[in-house]
């Protein structure tokens, strides 16, 4: 019988689950695709009837479950940091109390009663342990240091590791109240977005700002040491205590109070953005550079939800001492569940440690056999983890929903795609497993022509309904991203910032040098602009076509015709929803936006052929932004 292990993240935010078979990863994916609640963090029910589906067996079949952290420790640093500050954390104590003694505290009860027919132990790791598991067994390295950082876990922040075979050792840990997940989420609420989910967004608006806040910040509310520690002024920060990141004494050394959310952008959310983005990429540089002088690997392994920072990523690969770096693609917590997974295979079950294209010769029990791994991969499958429909479940689903659709063979599919990109359509792309993580790879795609000068305003205003000064990633063919960036290496996850090419970059236009803030964003700079950031940067996604046919012959169909192996990628969502997962998701947001094309795997739906649904016209006009 295969060993069977059922990996849970929980109760913060981001819930999922994932599966290993004899050490393969089988399965992973987010609750939130599934119940459509953005960062949903209720036990993941759906996520885990999805991986036990997807292997073809049922709960009483695991050999173990295994949850990402310990609650107990995590708990008794609560009371403690509650008790520190009493009585100003009354409030935030009260409101977390009844969670933690109904539901959190019974952990293992409440695993096994959701897992019916499982009668084995429940296994608990540690949060940080469970990050830096995640981001080294997948990991295409034999050795490595590993660096984890995020907000807190029991009491650890960040970590830093060295992984070599099965074995994973955690050497030096930075402890709450102290962390720059935290410091980022700070300044995030500060600048008027929401904690957890608005950090993109901070650092997407860095490069509009100037750094003119960095001194004042080092100066009063933070001292960063030499080995990338971090020491927070806690008369500037209420998280540990109250209901909101910061307080009064942060809004005397910035100027003023927080940013209303929804409220007009201004110069000063521009300057915070890039300050607090300068100072996370000064930190992140620090704490790699002593994670090498302590460790001597000559490659570093990246995890937890500060990894997702790819402008600080980028910098570590271009200015930092190691020669490769590798970053798991569900850095935040959904990572967690797969990192736990792994690490009761390695470590509690004790078995060695092989390479990724020969891990797990394990294959699902039906007709369908698993993709082979390519030699050059990681043990991730493209992050391609998720459930995928076969062409019988979309017909079904369009013949039920009434939908209009035409069935392309596979030999002509991609050129009529690359033929609507070219015609600057918009087209939303279901194909394949669904990805795990928070970037969308091909699979649950919006895609776009990257050399329209509207394409970037037209995908944010009216297709995401998100604020205009967003940028966008380019998927590029691996074989082409050296001629069009300057990284000659693999990203597939999108988790590395690298600037356009000089030679694709265009002469600045007249007058624009003295444009304030977004003004700045119309500006034609490359090429290839709809995926040119206002700095030239751009967040590369690689392609290539072992790990996804249909994807990269897509972008190839669309190089032959226009001379360009780049295209837009963005995430197949509208604003405040999940990545969608179905065919019904990808349909519903289709129609409630101004998306052209719609490719359900060989399926094409034109929006123009489609009958009109009164409500999606009414839900799309709440979400319109001026």
Not at 136 to 154: C, H, I, L, R
Not at 461 to 472: A, G, V
Request: charged letters at 20%.
């Amino acid at each position: 019988m295969p060993t069977c292990i059922l990996g849970i993240s929980a109760y913060y935010h981001d819930s999922a689950a994932c599966l290993v078979v004899d050490g393969r990863v089988v399965a992973a994916a987010q609750e939130e695709r599934f119940t459509r609640k953005k960062h949903d963090a209720s036990f993941p029910s759906q996520a885990v009837a999805y991986c036990l589906r997807e292997a073809g067996i049922t709960a009483s079949q695991l050999t173990a479950v295994a949850f990402y952290e310990k609650p107990l420790v995590k708990f008794s640093r609560l009371l403690e940091t509650y008790i520190a500050s009493a009585p100003r954390g009354l409030r935030s104590y009260i409101m977390a109390m009844p969670l933690w003694l109904s539901e959190k505290l019974w952990m293992s009860d409440d695993i096994l009663e959701h897992l019916d027919g499982y009668e084995g132990d429940v296994l608990f790791g540690e949060h940080h342990e469970s990050h830096a598991a995640s981001a080294f067994y997948p990991s295409p390295f034999e050795q490595a240091a590993v660096v984890t950082m995020d907000g807190v876990g029991e009491w650890a922040t960040s970590s830093i590791g060295v992984g070599r075979g099965q074995e994973l050792t955690i050497l030096h840990e930075l402890r709450f109240p102290h962390s720059l997940g935290l410091l980022y989420s700070a300044f995030t609420y500060f600048a008027g977005f929401k904690v957890n989910s608005g950090e993109y967004k901070v650092m997407g608006l860095a490069p509009y700002g100037e750094p003119t806040f960095v001194k004042a910040i080092k100066d009063h509310a933070i001292e960063i040491g030499d080995d990338g520690s971090l020491w927070m002024n806690q008369e500037y920060f209420e998280y540990a205590h109250g209901l909101t990141m910061t307080g009064s004494k942060m809004e005397q050394l910035l100027g003023g109070p927080a940013r209303k959310p929804e409220s007009l952008l201004t110069q000063r959310e521009m300057d915070l953005a890039r300050s607090i983005q300068d100072i996370t990429e000064e930190v992140m540089l620090k704490m790699t550079a002593f994670a090498h002088q302590e460790t001597g690997m000559r490659d570093l392994c990246l995890a937890g939800g500060v990894a997702l920072n790819c402008v600080g990523n980028g910098r570590i690969l271009r200015e930092g001492p190691f020669e490769q770096i590798w970053i798991q693609p569900a850095a935040g917590d959904a990572g967690g569940a797969l990192g736990v997974a792994l690490s009761a295979w390695y470590r509690h079950f004790d078995k060695p440690r092989t390479s990724p294209e020969s891990a797990g010769t394990w294959q699902r029990p039906s007709s369908v056999p698993a993709p082979a791994i390519p030699k050059y991969a990681d043990g991730m499958s493209g992050s391609y983890l998720g459930p995928r429909y076969s062409d019988a479940e979309i017909q079904a689903a369009i013949t039920s929903g009434g939908w209009v659709a035409t069935r392309f063979d596979a030999a002509v599919l991609a050129d009529t795609v690359a033929e609507h990109l070219a015609s600057e359509r918009v087209v939303g792309l279901l194909q394949g497993r669904m990805e795990f993580g928070p970037r969308a790879l091909g699979g649950r795609s919006i895609i776009g022509d990257a050399r329209s000068p509207k394409m970037q305003s037209v995908m944010n205003l009216k297709i995401k309904y998100r604020e205009s000064f967003r940028p966008f990633a380019p998927a590029v063919l691996r074989e082409h991203v050296a001629e069009w960036f300057e990284l000659d290496g693999d990203s597939p996850y999108m988790l590395l910032v690298a600037d356009v090419q000089q030679s694709r970059r265009l002469p600045e236009a007249e007058g624009s040098a003295g444009l304030w803030g977004i003004e700045q964003l119309n500006v034609p700079r490359s090429t290839v602009p709809a995926i040119t950031h206002v700095d030239y940067s751009a967040r590369i996604q690689t392609v290539r076509r072992e790990t996804s046919p249909l994807y990269y012959d897509i972008i190839a169909a669309f190089n032959r015709r226009t001379g360009c192996p780049v295209i837009i990628n963005t995430s197949f969502n509208v604003r405040g929803e999940p990545i969608v997962c179905t065919p019904e998701d990808a349909y519903r947001c289709f129609m409630r936006s101004d998306m052209d094309v719609l490719v359900l795997e060989n399926f094409i739906l034109e929006k123009a052929a489609q009958p009109k649904r009164a409500e999606d016209e009414s839900w799309k006009s709440e979400f319109v932004l001026d």
